[in-house]
């Protein structure tokens, strides 16, 4: 016991010295007893920073590992926008007690940061920012910054607003710092700005940011009035969980904690693993319908893997690109056709290429002109077989309003297998019998 405690305390102290990323990222990385054991350890002060920081799988087992008390005393002085990205995982009698010791302007935040669609801007701006009037001079800027205790966080531009809390303008703190004080605001604002709606996609969001390089943008609702910005902290977040979503949904997974139970691993897992046993049976019934065939020329049984797996990697090639720039909102009606074109046009231009060496390592291994000949022409259709789903299957789903990425590998998988055993099978069966 005392080697217990002693170990407890290094634990302690190790972990007083961290920043709440570094220690979020230690929680995020170990099984859940141990996460709930080190979770104790850590000090009150860092619990709202830690729960903000860890993924939300990792957050509701820490929420169940502390008592009502310790929720209401760690989100108690959460900002209002932080304070709504944590309300969904706790107890509605926790948000409700934290709301009494909001403010009247905080409670309000809340519950309009609390009403936007999860994946919008609204869910993900923030309420901490310099406002100012364009009648004022410089120096009386200065001086009302001055007496902030701090500047919120990220905070590159100053929000020039009327009486109605319109937004005028910007005024970059650089152009405040070199110009001289008694010049009005409106003489050096920025009436040229880009601003956001809290309706507008956080991914849109997102794409803005990193074309214009911003640090931060205003949002405004449809009456021109200024209700919160957006961070590059923000964005940074929506582009992490974006990729980490598409890498996941591509394979038909969802996000889930990686010490889960078995149980809930099997239901998060299983159900495209049971549709890609039904695509591979699928494909192997296409190949026993060419018995016959493969029978009489045994080679072919070990080139059609070949047919299958480089038209499925073209597929994959193809459709990496459409996923990323739908992503990008870089795809549009008019443009659509011309992208087809162009991919069918590479992807025969790398298959003839590709093809040629295929022919070849046929003909090496099997001294069959007819057989190479057959090769290389099956692996041009499958290529270009791989080419149009990985162009057609993000864009349906898309178009039917579902993640273009959702199990996209398992369905070319299943279109590059069948069709390919289906070609190079049905060719050889024509002209090599």
Request: charged fraction near 20%.
């Amino acid at each position: 016991d005392l080697v217990h405690r002693q170990h407890e305390a290094e634990l302690k102290t190790l972990l007083d010295g961290l920043h709440p990323a570094d220690i979020a990222f230690i929680l995020e990385s170990l099984p859940k007893d141990e996460r709930q054991a080190i979770w104790k350890l850590v000090s009150p002060e860092h619990d709202a920073d830690v729960l903000l920081e860890v993924e939300d799988w990792v957050r509701e087992s820490l929420i169940e590992a502390m008592d009502r008390q310790d929720l209401v005393a760690a989100t108690g002085n959460m900002d209002a926008d932080e304070l709504a990205d944590l309300a969904p995982d706790l107890p509605p009698d926790v948000v409700a007690e934290v709301q009494k010791g909001l403010t009247e302007e905080e409670r309000a935040q809340l519950l309009e940061a609390m009403g936007y669609p999860e994946d919008s801007v609204g869910a993900i701006m923030d309420f901490e920012m310099v406002r100012v009037r364009e009648d004022v001079t410089l120096e009386v800027v200065l001086r009302y910054l001055r007496r902030l205790h701090e500047l919120p966080d990220h905070t590159d531009q100053i929000f020039v607003v009327d009486r109605q809390d319109k937004l005028q303008g910007i005024l970059p703190l650089s152009r405040l710092l070199v110009s001289e004080p008694e010049t009005e605001v409106r003489a050096v604002m920025n009436s040229d700005f880009l601003a956001l709606n809290p309706l507008d996609s956080d991914a849109d969001a997102a794409g803005a940011f990193e074309r214009y390089d911003l640090v931060s943008a205003p949002v405004m609702d449809d009456q021109g009035r200024l209700i919160g910005r957006v961070t590059i902290a923000d964005v940074v977040d929506v582009m992490r969980e974006d990729s980490q979503e598409q890498a996941l949904s591509r394979a038909g997974l969802q996000e889930e904690d990686i010490f889960a139970p078995v149980s809930t691993a099997l239901r998060n897992r299983a159900p495209w693993l049971l549709f890609n046993l039904c695509t591979a049976a699928t494909a192997s019934f296409v190949a026993s319908q060419f018995e016959g065939t493969v029978s009489q020329i045994v080679i072919l049984a070990f080139l059609m893997s070949i047919v299958a797996g480089i038209g499925g990697n073209s597929g994959n090639q193809t459709m990496t690109l459409i996923i990323r720039a739908l992503a990008m909102g870089r795809i549009t009606g008019r443009n659509l056709w011309q992208l087809v074109k162009r991919e069918l046009f590479v992807t025969l231009m790398v298959g003839l290429c590709g093809s040629v060496v295929a022919a070849l390592f046929a003909w090496a291994i099997s001294h069959s002109l007819s057989i190479a000949l057959v090769m290389m022409a099956a692996m041009i259709c499958n290529m270009l077989v791989g080419a149009s789903v990985g162009v057609l299957v993000p864009m349906l789903r898309a178009r039917f309003g579902k993640d273009p990425a959702m199990g996209s590998s398992v369905l070319l998988t299943f279109a590059t297998d069948s069709l390919g055993f289906f070609i190079f099978l049905g060719l050889a069966t024509i002209f090599l019998l």
